[in-house]
């Protein structure tokens, strides 16, 4: 059986023969393939909360769904680490997105303790030292009741939630530790002659549902296939769906930092150096996650020095002038003793001016040093008929935005929330007619935000000229005028993708 139980997935499994449709025969005559209302590939927070959200949604909790992962879930959803131990995998999620997981049941099972909310952050050019402050105390809408930002977890937290809820609200099946091996459309019907029954003739025509086979030789058909498998999507591919976009020529390095002492206060902090911008995002008590966008050159150099080396490195990156650092990029090892040295003789930027930057660094956690590629993709289309994209399937972005899964779940939210309204009104769920609502609604928001994301990447990558000046320039006119700074706060954490600040202050 190509679906497995283990640990507390166990509740998840069901029937793999159910008929939510009453009458209407769910087998394929030609190969009793099981037909799903919805198959979702990838089991990442997308795909999991997508599932979870049209379980919870009486409109749509009948309907027979399944998800195909191809790692092993049991880790997932039995994850409970160390209390002192952070994953790299840690992501910044805005109001609105905890309200749409709070809306399906999700936020209240998430570990609080490993939560952390921030409500200030401190941005600035490292070129000019212009700087911007976000916080809700610093604008006339002072009286707003939540003042956080942002929230930042790991993403393990949010996976286990969402598999313990999916629980709880009746499951799914759920083919986990198997890969798709071949996706194609159903096979054509034969021409109908006298002899037939009345039940062969009101047989489904499943010419246009797309069947998939797995890694252990099962098969499964979908009323609507849904990709939330990555920017790499074996769906979009299957359905034709090209895509636009281009590489950055820079990596992503990640890695989880303890600092000097737990702050007082919960800020985030992002400085953009020419090579691309440090972020230094906080999680519970003296630990932070690092997001650091470099060239690929940068970034191995990074990951080759010895831990205290490598946390000169990023102490320097928050405080010495971008000329240092560049030199300090340069040098093979010895980077600890070049930051004490300068530290002693160099000016430090903000310091002198009374700017807030964040502690210290003093502990690497052991394994967390990882690099990835940047690049932004963007499919020519989120839906085509019985195919839906959703996450870094549709859409990939800069990491200097933060907004990755803020995207993906508001792709979720939109999706779950299209498919009741066609389930209240009898129509089939993965006709294009129905989808294009959701093309409609998402494609359009998160276009904008790539290409404003794509943009201060290039604006910032200058460090000479009248580029520098313009932007600097620009900065401080927002940060000084706080209904401004307060509007595009509101933009940013109402929606992903829906404001400067946002952008400008996330992960």
Known sequence: MAVRAVGSLQKLIQVHRQTPWGSTRLLSTASDTPIYDLVCIGGGPAGLSLLTALRASPLTSSLK????????????????????????????????????????????????????????????????????DFSWALTPQTKKQD????????????????????????????????????????????????????????????????????SDGSRLAARLLVGADGPNSPVRTFAGIGSGGWDYNRHGLVATLKL?????????????????????????????????????????????????????????????????VKYMHTIPSGQEEELEWRMKHTPQVGIEEGYQIPHLVTRLQEGSRASFPLRMRHADTYATHRVALVGDAAHTIHPLAGQGLNMGLGDVECLAKIMGEAVDHGQDV??????????????????????????????????????????????????????????????????????????LGEK
């Not at 999620?93 to 709070?102: A, G, I, Y």
């Not at 930002?149 to 598999?163: F, G, S």
């Open 147 to 214: 003042p956080t930002i942002a929230y930042m977890t790991e993403n393990d937290n949010l996976v286990r939630a969402l598999i313990t809820q999916l629980s709880e609200l009746g499951g799914a099946d759920i083919y986990h530790g198997e890969t798709v091996e071949h996706i194609s459309l159903g096979p054509s019907p034969s021409p109908q002659s006298p002899q037939q029954s009345e039940q062969d003739k009101t047989t489904l025509n499943l010419s246009s549902y797309p069947h998939l086979t797995l």
């Open 430 to 503: 993965g006709d294009q007619i129905t989808l294009e609502k959701y093309n409609a609604e998402r494609y359009g928001v998160n276009h904008t935000l790539l290409g404003v994301v794509d943009k201060l990447h290039k604006l910032y990558s200058w460090e000479t000229g009248p580029v520098v000046w313009g932007r600097s320039l620009g900065l401080e006119a927002v940060n000084a005028v706080p209904a401004l700074k307060g509007f595009l706060m509101g933009q940013a954490t109402g929606g992903a993708g829906s404001g400067l600040g946002s952008i």
């Open 65 to 132: 769904l399944a998800l195909i992962e191809s790692r092993d879930l049991t880790g997932p959803s039995t994850w409970s680490p160390p209390k002192s131990h952070f994953s790299n995998r840690a992501s910044s999620l805005t109001p609105s997105s905890k309200s749409f997981l709070s809306s399906i049941g999700a936020w209240s099972l998430l570990d609080g303790s490993r939560i952390q909310p921030y409500d200030a952050m401190q941005v600035w050019d490292g070129v000019s030292g212009s700087r911007i």
């Open 260 to 324: 000097s002492c737990a702050p007082d206060e919960s800020i985030a902090y992002q400085r953009f150096l020419p090579a691309g911008p440090i972020a230094l995002l906080p999680l519970p008590g003296p630990y932070a996650t690092l997001v650091w966008s470099t060239t690929p050159a940068n970034a191995a150099h990074l990951k080759s020095l010895s831990e205290p080396d490598f946390l000169a490195m990023v102490n320097a990156a928050f405080r010495l002038s971008t000329v240092d």
